[in-house]
C-alpha cells in the first residue's frame, strides 16, 4: 500500500503528459501537411536560403526609396545622476538609417558611433532632458537632433537618421 500510492501518481502524470503532448503535437497529420507544403522541383535553392533575418543573425532591414535600417548590437544604458547619486537610469535601442549599403559603415565604425552616441545622450541627461515627461516631442527633439548630428559625424552622408526604437526610464 506504501509503494502502490507513488506509483499511481506515477502513472497518473505519465498518462497526463503523454495526453497533453499528442493534443498539442498536432501528430503526424502535421507533419504530412508539411511535408506537402515543401517546395520540390525548380527553385528549391531559394527555399533552402533562409530570408534575412529569419536566423537572427542579420540587423539590416531594407527599407524603402534608398534605404536601409540598421539596428545597433546592445543597447545603451545611460545614468541619470542628480545631487551625486544615480536617480534613475534610461534604457535605449537606437537604429541608424543609412543609404543602401551602408550598413558594412556601421559596422566598421560602431565603436565611434556609439561613444559619439553616449557622449549625447549623456550630454541630454545632465542637462535634464530625461526629467518628467521626457518623452514629449519637444523635449525628444535636442536628443533626435544631437544622435542624427553625431551619426553623420562618424559616417557621413551615409546616415540620414537615427530612430529612437525603444526607451525606458527605471527610476532608483
Not at 559619439?116 to 525628444?140: I, K, P, W, Y
Amino acid at each position: 500500500m506504501r509503494l502502490l500510492l507513488p506509483i499511481l501518481l506515477l502513472l497518473l502524470g505519465l498518462g497526463g503528459g503523454v495526453g497533453v503532448g499528442l493534443f498539442l503535437g498536432g501528430g503526424a497529420e502535421m507533419e504530412e501537411a508539411d511535408a506537402e507544403d515543401a517546395p520540390t522541383g525548380e527553385g528549391t535553392e531559394d527555399a533552402a536560403t533562409p530570408a534575412p533575418g529569419a536566423t537572427g543573425d542579420s540587423l539590416v532591414t531594407p527599407a524603402n526609396a534608398g534605404t536601409e535600417y540598421v539596428r545597433l548590437r546592445n543597447q545603451f544604458i545611460v545614468p541619470v545622476v542628480r545631487h551625486g547619486s544615480v536617480r534613475s537610469l534610461v534604457i535605449m535601442v537606437l537604429t541608424v538609417e543609412v543609404t543602401i549599403g551602408g550598413s558594412d559603415a556601421i559596422f566598421q565604425h560602431e565603436p565611434r558611433l556609439r561613444d559619439s552616441f553616449l557622449r549625447v545622450l549623456f550630454a541630454h541627461a545632465n542637462a535634464g532632458g530625461f526629467d518628467g515627461q521626457f518623452t514629449e516631442a519637444a523635449a525628444m527633439a535636442p536628443l533626435r537632433s544631437g544622435l542624427r548630428d553625431a551619426a553623420t559625424s562618424v559616417l557621413g552622408d551615409v546616415a540620414r537618421d537615427v530612430l529612437i526604437v525603444d526607451i525606458t526610464r527605471q527610476d532608483a
